[in-house]
């Protein structure tokens, strides 16, 4: 069964400072898809980012971008220039079929001013 | 803009009720989801549907049971409620394939 870790319960960073955000999956599957989501204050999930694995270049969206390296099995986030608007979960998904996304248990992450 | 509404945002019920989680969403997507999430464990699947009428159980399905009779509209039943199962609980849709999925705001159900 594929799971996923996400080692960093809370984090925090400075506004305009950068960070990086951990996650290792587990899968014997060659072909999936990796996404990172966030939740802020008010519940909704929203989609970060998303990432192919039989794509070797590393996804990008704006200040965010992901760090793939698919034989260590991990993903990890980086948050340019954090913003205040970024504190949030943030969670690590895993999807080999279209119906079983699995996820990490989240990472907290504060940006203090 | 995609929208995936779910009905209630707070709700607090007593142990043994039949309680009933309503999400519909506007996509015209076929694949849908029920997710409950607690501190610490993240997200975990209670049950998903692929089709109308469809229904496949996830990691969590003991003491819930979901229907699905027209393509926009997944329900949620708790049959008895029970403490254990105050939680958040999240719906979501996606296309066929690959496509990720798109959440409701969640419902925070308190089971007193």
């Known amino acids: 069964a594929q799971t996923v870790t996400q080692s960093q319960p809370e984090m925090s960073v400075q506004e305009a400072e950068t960070v990086t955000l951990s996650c290792t999956y587990d899968?014997?599957?060659?072909?999936?898809?990796l996404f990172w989501y966030k939740q802020p204050p008010s519940r909704q999930m929203i989609l970060v980012i998303r990432q192919e694995a039989y794509k070797q270049q590393n996804a990008t969206e704006n200040r965010f971008s992901v760090n793939f390296q698919k034989a260590a099995k991990s993903f990890s986030l980086k948050i340019s220039d954090s913003q205040l608007g970024d504190t949030a979960m943030y969670f690590c998904a895993f999807m080999f079929e279209g119906y079983d996304m699995r996820f990490g248990a989240g990472t907290r992450l504060t940006v203090k001013p | 803009d995609v929208k995936v509404t779910q009905s209630s945002r707070y709700l607090v019920k007593r142990t043994g009720e039949k309680v009933f989680l309503e999400c519909v969403q506007d996509?015209?997507?076929?694949?849908m989801f029920w997710y409950r999430q607690d501190p610490g464990l993240g997200l975990r699947l209670i049950y998903f549907?692929?089709?109308?009428?469809?229904?496949e159980k996830g990691d969590i399905p003991e003491g819930y049971s979901v229907s699905r009779e027209k393509k926009e509209r997944f329900s949620l039943i708790l049959e008895s409620a029970s403490t254990n199962q105050t939680s958040m609980y999240l719906c979501a849709s996606s296309s066929a394939g690959t496509g990720p999925l798109f959440f409701g705001s969640g419902t925070q159900l308190s089971v007193l």
């Open positions: 549907s692929y089709d109308v009428k469809m229904k």
């Open positions: 996509m015209d997507h076929e694949n």
């Open positions: 899968t014997s599957e060659s072909n999936y898809y």
